[in-house]
């Protein structure tokens, strides 16, 4: 059985269908995308800036990069996801109205 998430993820992780395709912008250690990948088998892709944290989830056998949402996320494809989660990182965007035009787009 899988840990039990906080309930600000679960409750972003009710919302995700399963078996969709799924990026989770700022995925620190992979807590949710770990959760989703275990119970609802989706195909999890993260992105942090903390190169520490994306060394964790790695090591957790998730897919995550190292990269920075502001620059990185126009060489993402368009509609190449179902669901695009910024659970608590839209606060620490330098330009969040770009970023959330950006994860539309993705």
């Given at each position: ?8 993820l ?8 399963p078996?969709s395709?799924v ?6 250690k992979?807590e ?5 990948v275990a119970?609802?088998?989706v ?15 790695i090591a957790?056998?998730l897919s995550?990069v190292?990269?920075?949402?502001d620059?990185?996320l ?11 989660i ?13 970023v959330?035009e ?5």
């Open positions: 059985m899988t840990e039990q998430l906080r309930p600000d679960q409750a972003v992780a009710d919302m995700v269908s078996e395709l990026l989770d912008i700022g995925c620190g992979g949710l995308l770990n959760w989703l119970n609802k088998q195909q999890g892709r993260g992105i942090d800036l903390n190169q520490q944290k994306v060394n964790q989830a957790s056998g995550v190292h990269g920075n949402a620059q990185d126009i060489y993402y494809p368009e509609h190449a996801y179902d669901f695009v910024s659970s608590q990182s839209i606060q620490a965007m330098k330009d969040p109205k770009a959330l950006q994860l539309a787009r993705v």
